[in-house]
């Protein structure tokens, strides 16, 4: 087991990145119980890696996904921020890493009240910015539902390349670390 992570709060033009909590309860279970977002999500599961069916049937279901990351993030292991908008702090989504090493794995979800606004582009270039610091980590991957078209575009343009590899149905997409995307200082 790790040392617990510490996740900052990150800030951009128009997003607020906070470490997922139960705070997030009401806005989480809105994300999860929508079939548009759980339709290329894969499959998810508890702490203790019982499924949770998806979409979510009640807050009780999504709200073992926030205590999945939470606990993990306490092992050290995976994490979750929460996405809010500056303006009025309204839950936008979900980004972070389901593990951190010398390839860690990116994952995101978007709320569908908030699609083709770039605000996903947005947080990833802030969450692979922070994974830069990351010791150790010279490249960085996401799995991909091929039916995914949104997410395979946000993927690219980041300078992710699917490598022809799939795990349950997902195509992997990955770069070095050095190749993604940055932020401009």
Not at 65 to 85: E, K, N, P, Y
Not at 103 to 126: D, V
Request: proline share 6%.
């Amino acid at each position: 087991m790790s040392a617990a992570l510490t996740i900052p709060t990150l800030r951009s033009a128009r997003l607020v990145m906070t470490p997922l909590s139960p705070a997030h309860s009401v806005a989480m279970f809105d994300l999860w119980s929508r079939e548009e977002v759980c339709r290329y999500s894969g499959p998810a599961c508890d702490y203790e890696f019982q499924p949770i069916e998806l979409p979510a049937r009640t807050p009780a279901d999504s709200d073992k996904i926030i205590d999945f990351f939470v606990r993990s993030a306490a092992d050290g292991t995976r994490f979750r921020w929460a996405l809010q908008t500056q303006a009025d702090q309204a839950f936008v989504g979900i980004a972070g890493f389901n593990q951190l090493g010398p390839c860690s794995e990116y994952a995101y979800h978007l709320h569908p009240g908030f699609w083709g606004q770039g605000l996903m582009s947005e947080a990833s270039l802030l969450a692979l910015d922070w994974l830069r610091g990351w010791p150790g980590c010279t490249q960085v991957e996401a799995f991909i539902e091929p039916a995914n078209l949104a997410s395979v575009r946000l993927a690219t343009r980041l300078g992710l390349q699917p490598t022809g590899e799939v795990c349950d149905g997902a195509a992997r997409y990955a770069a070095l670390l050095s190749d993604v995307s940055q932020l401009s200082t």
